[in-house]
T-cell receptor
Framework: NAGVTQTPKFQVLKTGQSMTLQCAQDMNHEYMSWYRQDPGMGLRLIHYSVGAGITDQGEVPNGYNVSRSTTEDFPLRLLSAAPSQTSVYFC?????????????FGPGTRLLVL | GDSVTQMEGPVTLSEEAFLTINCTYTATGYPSLFWYVQYPGEGLQLLLKATKADDKGSNKGFEATYRKETTSFHLEKGSVQVSDSAVYFCALRNRGSNDYKLSFGAGTTVTVRA
């Protein structure tokens, strides 16, 4: 049971380039989400999904796309990278959407946009 | 909207010292409260949680009590070790929220010196 996995661990992009951050979980969790972590700001929700085929926006969705074709995978796409997207990105999952559910986090992807 | 405020760091302690990290929250309804820990170079791990008022979460010698009257969830440990050096995040998840997100505090960096 690998839990939540993310690839790559580190990526450098030039402004305007696109890329996809991968996230997968093997726990059959319904809920998956993407956060970004910036110094002094905690983590902020980018997009989330409550099940395969269903996605919605979080607090800071601009510049990012997601899709959820399977229960296991939830990739995050940067359409045209900007320096403001330099951050650490975390994927998380939980069994359901109840308020008491624990979210399990991946190890993170550190992104630098030049 | 929901929000979490936690004491700013960094906090530097000697081994066996007492640690307290203050956390207060603003939320409608009946949120669940969490403490997550992030060790250097790693993702977030759940440290403890409490899902209703007066519940006490505990793990690895850490404790926090859900105080609805003071809207607080302070983290305490009686005798810290070097291995407790990490960033600690207070978070809430509101059952009344449509996006099921975790709302995080900014994080408190704790360094324990031998």
């Amino acid at each position: 049971n690998a839990g939540v996995t993310q690839t790559p661990k580190f990526q450098v992009l030039k402004t305007g380039q696109s890329m996809t951050l991968q996230c997968a979980q093997d726990m059959n969790h319904e809920y998956m989400s993407w956060y970004r972590q910036d110094p002094g700001m905690g983590l902020r929700l980018i997009h989330y999904s409550v099940g395969a085929g269903i996605t919605d926006q979080g607090e800071v969705p601009n510049g990012y796309n997601v899709s959820r074709s399977t229960t296991e995978d939830f990739p995050l796409r940067l359409l045209s990278a900007a320096p403001s997207q330099t951050s650490v990105y975390f994927c998380a999952s939980s069994p359901g959407t109840g308020g008491q559910e624990t979210q399990y986090f991946g190890p993170g992807t550190r992104l630098l946009v030049l | 909207g929901d929000s979490v405020t936690q004491m700013e760091g960094p906090v530097t302690l000697s081994e066996e010292a007492f640690l307290t990290i203050n956390c207060t929250y603003t939320a409608t309804g009946y949120p669940s409260l969490f403490w997550y820990v992030q060790y250097p170079g790693e993702g977030l791990q759940l440290l403890l949680k409490a899902t209703k008022a007066d519940d006490k979460g505990s793990n690895k010698g850490f404790e926090a009590t859900y105080r609805k009257e003071t809207t607080s969830f302070h983290l305490e440990k009686g005798s810290v070790q070097v291995s407790d050096s990490a960033v600690y995040f207070c978070a809430l998840r509101n059952r009344g929220s449509n996006d099921y997100k975790l709302s995080f505090g900014a994080g408190t960096t704790v360094t324990v010196r031998a």
